[in-house]
């Protein structure tokens, strides 16, 4: 079974930066992605941000230039830097990887960590 678990949401006003962590653990073999998507009330979990253990990223339209996703595949371990943030960031955010462990194909869902943009 693995796991992944968030941390570093909070409450940032308005053009403030936040860092969010995740951290994959278990019977892991190899993880081939990891990302971050995100979910308001209401509406569909989306894409913010995906890096391959080759190193290549994706983002979204409405996120590039403002996010920067880092992995640190020694330690099975994905950020999030976001800066310049929105009122319409506000969401949770959820890490998400994928790989292989001893008992097979993951797909594995954090938690989520609740990111609030507020004055």
């Known amino acids: 079974q693995v796991q992944v678990v968030e941390s570093g949401g909070g409450l940032v006003q308005p053009g403030g930066s936040l860092r969010l962590s995740c951290a994959a653990s278990?019977?892991?073999?190899?993880?081939?992605?990891m990302g971050w998507y995100r979910q308001v009330p209401g509406k569909e979990r989306e894409l913010v941000a995906t890096s391959t253990t080759g190193g290549s990223t994706n983002y979204a339209d409405s996120e590039k230039g403002r996010v920067t996703i880092a992995r640190d595949n020694a330690k099975n371990t994905v950020y999030l830097q976001m800066n310049s943030l929105r009122t319409e960031d506000t969401a949770v955010y959820y890490c998400?990887?994928?790989?292989?462990?001893?008992?097979?194909?993951?797909?594995?869902w954090g938690q989520g960590t609740q990111v609030t943009v507020s004055s």
């Open positions: 278990g019977l892991i073999l190899k993880i081939d992605v």
């Open positions: 998400n990887a994928t790989g292989f462990s001893l008992r097979g194909r993951f797909d594995a």
